[in-house]
């Protein structure tokens, strides 16, 4: 069974650093992308950041991009995301999902999330 | 980036009736592959998202088929043949052609009359 298991989030102040980790299981890891999702209180869903199987690609959404670092330890089955300088917006639910779409395994499988509370 | 356009916002449905949702996109979702790369997801109350259609109208394994996708170019189609009360929850588009980065759209909430 494919699972993803978020960890990591937490209440910090604004400009403090937080890293989540997702922890994957039940499939081969190092075969796929994986991307972050995250969704604001009462809000819709925003894609942060994704990261291709061998590292190779990195991406991140314009909100986050110098702040957020993405990187993954294949042998651990793990991704994580390093957010510096949280800001009050990046308060969230933030999921993992698998998956490129153009391989076929677009966001077919997410995390249950981890909190992130970003206030003074 | 493209931006992806749901309505209705809300979508009061009873039991046992059809329901529509529409998704427009800002340009044209056709990859130069051939593929479409839209998705449809299910956000039921206090849970994560799950897929439940992909590249326009493949339906996950495990998704009842009363749920169908349809459409092509920039318009597209959520049909729930016959709501159900396990339905309820709020339902994303998202496309995948042109990425980074994917984009949703703004979520239409189904709930039952």
């Known amino acids: 069974e494919v699972q993803l298991v978020e960890s990591g989030g937490g209440l910090v102040r604004p400009g403090e650093s937080l890293i989540l980790s997702c922890a994957a299981s039940?499939?081969?890891?190092?075969?796929?992308?994986i991307n972050w999702v995250r969704q604001a209180p009462g809000k819709g869903l925003e894609w942060v950041s994704s990261?291709?199987?061998?590292?190779?690609?990195?991406h991140y959404g314009g909100s986050v991009e110098g702040r957020f670092t993405i990187s993954r330890d294949n042998a651990r089955n793990s991704v994580y995301l390093q957010m510096n300088s949280l800001r009050a917006e990046d308060a969230a639910v933030y999921y993992c999902?698998?998956?490129?779409?153009?391989?076929?395994?677009?966001?077919?499988?997410w995390g249950q999330g981890t909190m992130v509370t970003v206030s003074s | 980036d493209v931006v992806m356009t749901q309505s209705p916002l809300s979508l009061p449905v009873t039991v046992g009736q059809p329901a529509s949702i529409s998704c427009r996109s800002s340009?044209?979702?056709?990859?130069?592959?051939?593929?479409?790369?839209l998705n449809w997801f299910q956000q039921r109350p206090g849970q994560s998202p799950r897929r439940l259609i992909y590249?326009?109208?493949n339906r996950d394994s495990g998704v009842p088929d009363r749920f169908s996708g349809s459409g092509s170019d920039t318009v597209f189609t959520l049909r729930i043949s016959r709501v159900e009360a396990e339905d309820v929850g709020i339902y994303y588009c998202?496309?995948?052609?042109?990425?980074?980065?994917?984009?949703f759209g703004g979520g239409t909430k189904v709930e039952i009359k």
């Open positions: 999902a698998r998956g490129s779409c153009i391989y076929g395994d677009c966001y077919d499988y």
């Open positions: 039940g499939f081969t890891f190092s075969d796929h992308s």
């Open positions: 990261i291709s199987s061998t590292s190779t690609y990195k």
């Open positions: 340009q044209s979702l056709l990859h130069s592959d051939g593929n479409t790369y």
């Open positions: 590249e326009v109208s």
């Open positions: 998202m496309q995948g052609t042109h990425w980074p980065p994917v984009t």
